[in-house]
């Protein structure tokens, strides 16, 4: 049974950095793509990032590019989601989520069948 499980949320300042990380256990899937999503309060849950198995490229929603990387380290079993120039507006429940697929990747919440219990953040102006 794959189980993943979050950390590195905290509370930050605007303008400051996070990294947070998922570690992957019990993974046996050959194909499958890793998605970072956040639900901020009031909100629905929204896609951020995902890599697929095959690490050719990564997807990243249209509104969080380039502050947001998503990388992933084999070694450890850990899929990352660095976020930069944080943003009072970024203030969320994160979470990493995975499916088994041969498929493309995307950003929807659907596709995914294994979810983290999340990492909150909190930003301050």
């Known amino acids: 049974e794959v189980q993943l499980v979050e950390s590195g949320g905290g509370s930050v300042q605007s303008g400051g950095s996070l990294r947070l990380s998922c570690v992957v256990s019990?993974?046996?899937?050959?194909?499958?793509?890793m998605g970072w999503f956040r639900q901020a309060p009031g909100k629905e849950r929204e896609g951020i990032a995902t890599?697929?198995?095959?690490?050719?490229?990564?997807i990243y929603a249209d509104s969080e590019k380039g502050r947001f990387t998503i990388s992933q380290d084999d070694s450890k079993n850990t899929v990352y989601l660095q976020i930069n120039s944080l943003k009072p507006e970024d203030t969320a429940v994160y979470y990493c989520?995975?499916?088994?697929?041969?498929?493309?990747?995307?950003?929807?919440?659907?596709?995914?069948?294994?979810w983290g219990q999340g990492t909150q953040v909190t930003v301050s102006s």
């Open positions: 890599i697929g198995s095959s690490r050719r490229s990564a």
């Open positions: 019990g993974l046996t899937y050959r194909y499958y793509c």
């Open positions: 989520a995975i499916v088994n697929t041969y498929f493309a990747c995307s950003l929807s919440q659907s596709q995914y069948k294994t």
